[in-house]
């Protein structure tokens, strides 16, 4: 009993109610309109004086508006108070305007279903209160049965308990007729509103887009902080270790701490950049480290944390690093950064770095080898090497990007990261 009332007057019964009377409001617009054309097609009526006409009326609105439910805005205003007056789950209805003509018709028909219930709805809201409030009240006043309100027919035998009854039968079959409508859009809601192929499309496109930028960022962020920080941790634990003994080395290691924090200051500002819009491409901003303008510099900085590295370079066809396309330049430091940062963080002994060119004209197809190699045992105290490390994934995401690889993991007797990225353009 008491679930069957709260279906019929709950909260969520009585939103879907004002619901439909939004509906029937709606209506009256296009109801207006076609009453006037039905009027003028039956010689000059007055539509609202005849029951036939205001139903043809009605039939008229309908169409109307359909056709303008074709706009894509229709679809974004429903699925709103859908979701605020209906009780239907969000991610069951569709997110923006309707742009393909599956979704316009669809919204069209739910445009259509909402306002002519609703219309249906709102007249039966209006009419039935106050005659269910009459013949509720017609044992309780005296003469009211022979007042000129249309009751004439009361005195064919229907005597005024009986009337007491329909008046509350008909109280109960609005709240009926209003519970049954209300659940009958909550159910073709989604239906109607609900996402087509081409919105789940351009959802997960939209999606992936998103997924892109952050893990953009991340890589940006772990290869910049990442190694800045691996990099000042050894070289402060190395100028501490000789303190006494060896102050050039210390002075040599605190310049390149310096260095190191002030350059990944500007690299962070650069990346927290592409959070803010228009940022990203500021004339102040710092310039994305690239294999031409900054190894040097990386390699004088690994240096002084007291790592051995040996670096052979050979351009090779390109003659210079500079003619490198910028993108390859870019990903390319990023890469050996960050097997500098993993040989930093996790290996011991020296570190032999090799970065060539490989192909040439006679070819037609270029392609930029870097291979790094250290010995792979962990000395005590840092963290055991793997191979599936954010960093390492990172750098494979970036070799991809331009349709390269990377491969990293024991080799013979020593840890080996190779990268090989095609080269493509002529460096802008």
Do not use: K
Request: glycine share 12%; aromatic share 4%.
């Amino acid at each position: 009993m008491r679930d069957g009332l709260g279906r019929l007057l709950g909260a969520r019964a009585r939103l879907r109610w004002v619901h439909l009377v939004l509906g029937g409001a709606l209506l009256m617009p296009y109801f207006l309109l076609a009453q006037v054309g039905v009027g003028v097609a039956a010689g000059g009526q007055n539509a609202f004086r005849s029951l036939p006409l205001t139903l043809a009326a009605y039939a008229a609105a309908l169409p109307l508006a359909a056709v303008t439910a074709v706009f894509g805005l229709v679809r974004p205003l429903s699925v709103t108070a859908v979701r605020a007056m209906c009780g239907v789950p969000g991610e069951r209805l569709a997110e923006g305007p309707a742009r393909s003509w599956s979704a316009r018709r669809r919204t069209s028909a739910w445009w259509t279903l909402h306002l002519g219930v609703g219309a249906l709805i709102s007249g039966m809201s209006l009419a039935v209160p106050p005659m269910a409030v009459v013949l509720i009240t017609l044992p309780l006043v005296s003469g009211q049965e022979a007042a000129r309100i249309g009751l004439g027919w009361f005195s064919m035998g229907v005597g005024p308990y009986v009337a007491s009854l329909l008046g509350v039968g008909l109280l109960a079959g609005l709240a009926l007729c209003a519970a049954g409508a209300g659940a009958l859009l909550a159910r073709m809601a989604p239906v109607l509103l609900g996402p087509t192929g081409a919105d789940r499309l351009a959802a997960a496109e939209e999606r992936a887009a998103d997924l892109a930028v952050r893990n953009r960022l991340a890589r940006e962020l772990h290869d910049a902080v990442g190694h800045a920080l691996s990099a000042v941790t050894l070289q402060a634990s190395a100028a501490r270790r000789v303190l006494e003994r060896d102050p050039e080395f210390v002075r040599e290691a605190l310049a390149a701490i310096e260095d190191t924090t002030r350059r990944t200051v500007g690299e962070l500002d650069a990346v927290l950049g592409l959070l803010r819009d228009g940022d990203a491409a500021r004339p102040d901003a710092a310039p994305a480290p690239t294999l031409a303008a900054d190894l040097e510099g990386l390699l004088a900085r690994t240096r002084a944390a007291g790592t051995t590295v040996t670096a052979r370079q050979d351009p090779g066809p390109v003659a210079d690093w500079a003619r490198l396309p910028a993108i390859a330049s870019r990903e390319a430091y990023r890469i050996v950064q960050e097997g500098l940062s993993n040989a930093l963080r996790h290996g011991s002994g020296p570190v032999e770095l090799r970065i060539r060119v490989q192909g040439g004209a006679e070819t037609g197809h270029r392609e930029l080898e870097i291979t790094m190699t250290n010995p792979p045992a962990a000395p005590e105290g840092l963290e055991p090497r793997t191979t599936g490390g954010r960093g390492l994934r990172g750098a494979a995401e970036r070799a991809a990007l331009l349709g390269g690889r990377v491969e990293a993991g024991p080799y013979e007797d020593l840890w080996r990261l190779r990268a090989v990225l095609p080269l493509a353009g002529d460096g802008r």
